[in-house]
């Protein structure tokens, strides 16, 4: 047996683990030659270092066992040999929090720690105060005391650090030995001098004081330990930042000194200091971006790597700051170390111009997949950054993106990969072709479902759209034969938008669904099923309320089962209606759409609205709120009453809430309301008044007014408002108001009730399909002269807030340098009508536009053209 | 970007770890409760281990950790840190370790010396960090208080199976010379 774990056992062939196949059981049993006499030193030390290896390895020891072990160890400190006796206290370290009893060395661990053998003293120390409690503590207080005092630097290095340990179980205790850290402190050794700190700082940190005063004292001695100045300028870092101290205080000062200290060590930490400073100024920070500057040069990895990383943080703020670095940064985009390389890079992707840009793209993607999931995210992210700051290098982007899209990777980074194609296919439509192609490529061979069913959804949205649809099919329906339920759902999903969209494909989409409808999953047949209804029907208006405009859910993994089946018992059962006229059919489908349209945008601010009108009697009956308008101030700003109106519109009637706050302190007002003349034939029908308006707490009041029935046209009016309320002054000091009062009015703005107030803004996914579905029954069209606008950018935004329309299709922006533009327009008009515009815009001296309106109410078509004209 | 200030400690070292050229662990201790099961720390090595070990590139951010390494014929060295930490300190522990064993192994730092100096690879540790906290960063230092004991076993304590081993080692090994 000895020889088989002997030394110098050369037989047992190289790459060979004498600690391989270690049986604890086995190792347990041989330690029972612990009590054999007299001890064999080697043997035993072989046993042992077993265990601890067993241990290392994370070898679970079961209490009984580890007790017994460690009983048998005890006996071991007997023999004098200093190895056996040095691995005696590390087994009692390891097994401290495994074995029962283990305080029952502490009588020889004493004796070691304050023996004649310097060798034992120090690991004697740090064994003993890890199995010391509390009350053992103090019955050796005065041993850690002389200790930390002691001039052999490893037993007051291990005496100082123990403490440390010990300040968390004990704190009161090692309290009492500050005095002693402090002589420590002073000690010519540096590790001993670095511990004395730690300790002191620990023992000291609830006491703002006595930091500042310990900082004081060593900053101005000096220390010799570079790991003492590092914890010093932490310290001083960390102080600076809770007692907001400006940048001209003497512990800054010191930071900055420590910028010139001969070790890199502390003249790093110095400058990661300085970077980390809240609202550093660029002057402040360029002696250490400076010497970080010198770092990036330095032969050692750790070093620049650490000067790049801390220079990334500081391009994040100040990327100005760093452009001077510039030419040391390009320098690294080669270096081995690939995490130096994509700091690097990425810095430079946020301070370099755009002429870069592609030699950096070039380097980093030759070495992107040997580097870390946690930086290829990183530099996704600078990519998407770069994007929105130069558009027009989204083909170099687009390239580089793909090739990462098909390396290895986890979630978040492809997530990320994923994301930023989107975004730059909807910034950039030059892009989409090829960004849809790489997507097309990654759901073929891509592990995560959610992203899959995102590109499913953007296929559908998008590729029914471009030149040539066909060759999506094939990319989507080998989704339907491969994939998990969820990702299956989705492409059948997307299959009926290419279907709905392109007649020429419809045959073979129907073909692709009649399959689908076999499928083992209820989902998936639901959905094939229903959408297999609505395409044979071929009706345009069919497929744009089910297919393109439909229930956003449809893209979502989980979809709403029991609404589906729903909705497509409720197409099957049309089926036979299908030769009469659609506006028979949508009346059948109409307390679905209306009901669902207005919640649509923004529900919890007018949710709340709602709820808080409804409380209010007066206005029970009016139905549902069908829009809620920003509110509009009828004050100047910092005048005696400050009051702003919440326009409310509901199918006959609006709302007019008056937000009002008193801001003068001495008085009281009561009976507040809000009296309004109107211009048009607006019948104001009640006042709810506000009771109290105390200094400084808003109340509300109301008016009800009843919009004209006869003439529907009327939808703009004027009203001029006065506020009436009864003033009672007050004390300022007790704010106890007289009982006497008087009658006061205070002339308010006028408000305008406009075309906007009576359409909520609806977003259609795919205008072309709803324009189609409205149909041109009541369409009307004229043209228009803005003389007074000199920019396309400028009409369109006149436009939008003068209808209060949603813009589609993206439409909103106008591209750089185009003379025309067209801009899509939805709605819901007041009661339940869909409105569509369409606006060709044609700049010329002046802009010129052509108004084409579509609607089911022809009123509504009217009202739209006359107000805008 | 995150603006935290380091709370300033002592606690520097997060874990220091050997591992074979399989990746398999020869040393490992962990001084905080990051990786706080067995399989937790396994899962942590061979990620490290397959980001580490065709490169040789001294430092890299794993798992958001900072992570410094130097590999040495078929052992890979691993000191671990929080991000926030000093590299150039972690960097100075994983340099003292190396040293220290370098010294102790006679420069002969590979797998197979080390796992016959496995007393004196505990004990050096034991001497360079404690409880996370840099005890030590000097080589010299360590291998002087390690103070493993040469080969001069004193014979009244080895067996006569022993001497007689010994007696053929060296034999053996003039022979080769």
Known sequence: ?869 | MDTVTLEPSLYTVKAVLILDNDGERLYAKYYDGTYPSVKEQKAFERNIFSKTHRTDSEIALLEGLTVVYKSNIDLFFYVIGSSHENELMLMAVLNCLFDSLSQMLRRNVERRALLENMEGLFLAVDEIVDGGVILESDPQQVVHRVALRGEDVPYSEQTVTQVLQSAKEQIKWSLLR
């Open chain 1, 1 to 869: 047996m000895i020889k088989k774990f002997d030394k110098k056992d050369e037989e047992s062939g190289s790459g060979s683990n004498p600690f391989q196949h270690l049986e604890k059981s086995a190792v347990l049993q041989e330690a029972r030659i612990f009590n054999e006499t007299p001890i064999n030193p080697r043997r035993c030390l072989h046993i042992l270092t077993k265990i601890i290896y067993l241990l290392n390895q994370g070898e679970h020891f079961g209490t009984m066992e580890a007790t017994e072990a460690f009983f048998a160890m005890t006996r071991l400190f007997q023999s004098n040999d200093q190895t056996l006796r040095r691995m005696c206290y590390l087994t009692i370290k390891e097994m401290a929090n495994i074995s029962e009893d283990v305080i029952i060395v502490t009588s020889s661990l004493t004796k070691d720690m304050t023996g004649k053998e310097d060798v034992y003293r120090g690991p004697a120390i740090r064994a003993l105060c890890r199995i010391t409690d509390t009350t053992m503590l103090q019955a050796i207080e005065r041993y850690m005391k002389q200790a930390i005092v002691d001039k052999v630097p490893s037993v007051s290095s291990s005496a100082l650090v123990s403490s440390l340990h010990m300040v968390k179980m004990s704190y009161d205790v090692v309290k009492r030995w500050v005095n002693e850290a402090q002589e420590a402190a002073s000690s010519d050794n540096i590790m001993v001098q670095y511990h004395a700190l730690g300790l002191l700082y620990h023992l000291r940190k609830n006491d703002r004081l006595a930091v500042s005063k310990m900082l004081n004292k060593f900053t101005k001695s000096g220390l010799k330990s570079p790991f003492a100045y590092c914890m010093l300028i932490r310290i001083a870092s960390k102080l600076l930042e809770e007692t907001e101290a400006g940048h001209d205080s003497p512990l800054f000062d010191f930071i900055e000194s420590c910028l010139r200290n001969k070790h890199e060590m502390v003249v790093y930490e110095a400058a990661s200091a300085i970077v980390h400073m809240p609202n550093c100024t660029a002057r402040e920070l360029a002696p250490a971006v400076s010497v970080l500057q010198l770092f990036c040069s330095s032969p050692k990895a750790a070093l620049r790597y650490a000067a790049v990383r801390t220079l990334n943080k500081v391009a994040m703020k100040h990327p100005s700051a760093v452009t001077a670095c510039n030419l040391d940064l390009e320098n690294l985009i080669t270096d081995s170390n690939r995490s130096i390389a994509t700091l690097a890079i990425t810095t430079l992707l946020k301070t370099g111009s755009e002429s870069s840009v592609d030699r950096l793209m070039k380097q980093i993607s030759s070495f992107v997949s040997e580097i870390s999931d946690e930086f290829k995210v990183v530099v996704v992210q600078a990519i998407s950054a770069l994007c929105q700051k130069y558009p027009r290098k989204h083909s170099v982007m687009m390239n580089f993106l793909s090739n990462m899209l098909r390396d290895d990777g986890g979630f978040e980074y492809k997530r990320a990969i994923v994301d930023c194609i989107i975004s730059i296919i909807e910034e950039n439509p030059e892009s989409k072709e090829t960004g849809l192609a790489h997507l097309c490529e990654f759901i073929e061979d891509c592990e995560h479902t959610v992203l899959a069913t995102k590109i499913l959804h953007l296929l559908g949205k998008e590729g029914p759209r471009t030149p040539s649809p066909s060759k999506y099919i094939r990319f989507i329906f080998n989704r339907v034969v491969l994939e998990s339920e969820a990702v299956r759902a989705a492409a059948v999903s997307a299959l009926a938008k290419f279907g709905a969209q392109n007649d020429d494909l419809l045959p073979s989409v129907l073909v692709l669904m009649q399959r689908c409808m076999m499928d083992s999953d209820d989902e998936v047949r639901d959905r094939a099923t229903f959408y297999m209804n609505v395409l044979q029907q071929k009706q345009k208006a069919l497929n744009a309320a089910y297919i393109f405009n439909g229930e956003n859910t449809h893209c979502a993994p989980s979809l709403n089962l029991r609404a589906l089946v729903e909705l497509t018992r409720l197409s099957v059962s049309s089926v036979p209606l299908a030769n009469t006229p659609i506006t028979e059919q949508k009346t059948e489908f109409a307390p679905v759409a209306t009901s669902k349209l207005p919640e649509k945008p923004g529900p919890t601010r007018q949710d709340i609205y709602q709820e808080q009108l409804a409380a209010i009697p007066e206005f029970q009956g009016l139905g549902s709120l069908f829009k809620t308008s920003e509110a509009v101030q009828l004050t100047e700003a910092e005048t005696e009453y400050v009051v702003r109106c919440v326009k409310h519109t509901f199918a006959r009637h609006m709302v007019f809430q008056f937000d009002c706050t008193n801001t003068l302190n001495d008085q009281l007002l009561q009976k507040v309301m809000v009296q309004m003349e109107p211009s048009e034939a607006y019948e104001v029908l009640h006042y709810v008044p506000a009771a109290n308006l105390p200094y400084s707490q808003p109340g509300s009041c109301y008016s009800l007014v009843r919009l004209p029935e006869d003439d529907p046209t009327a939808v703009s009016c004027t009203f001029s408002c006065t506020l009436k309320y009864l003033v009672k002054d007050c004390d300022p000091n007790t704010g106890e108001p007289d009982d006497d009062g008087y009658d006061d009015e205070y002339v308010l703005e006028d408000l305008e009730v406009t075309v906007a107030d009576h359409i909520q803004k609806v977003l259609k996914p795919n205008f072309a399909a709803a324009w189609d579905e409205v149909g041109d029954d009541f369409e009307k069209e004229e043209t228009f002269a803005l003389a007074s606008v000199r920019t396309l950018d400028e009409a369109v935004g006149n436009i939008i807030s003068f209808l209060g329309m949603q813009p589609c299709e993206r439409s909103d922006k106008v591209p750089e340098n185009k003379n025309s533009h067209i801009l899509f327009l939805a709605g819901v008009f007041r009661g339940g009508h869909d409105v569509l515009v369409r606006s060709r815009l044609a700049l010329a001296d002046g802009v010129t536009m052509q108004v084409t309106v579509r609607s089911s109410d022809e009123t509504v078509v009217d009202i739209i053209l006359a107000s805008v004209g």
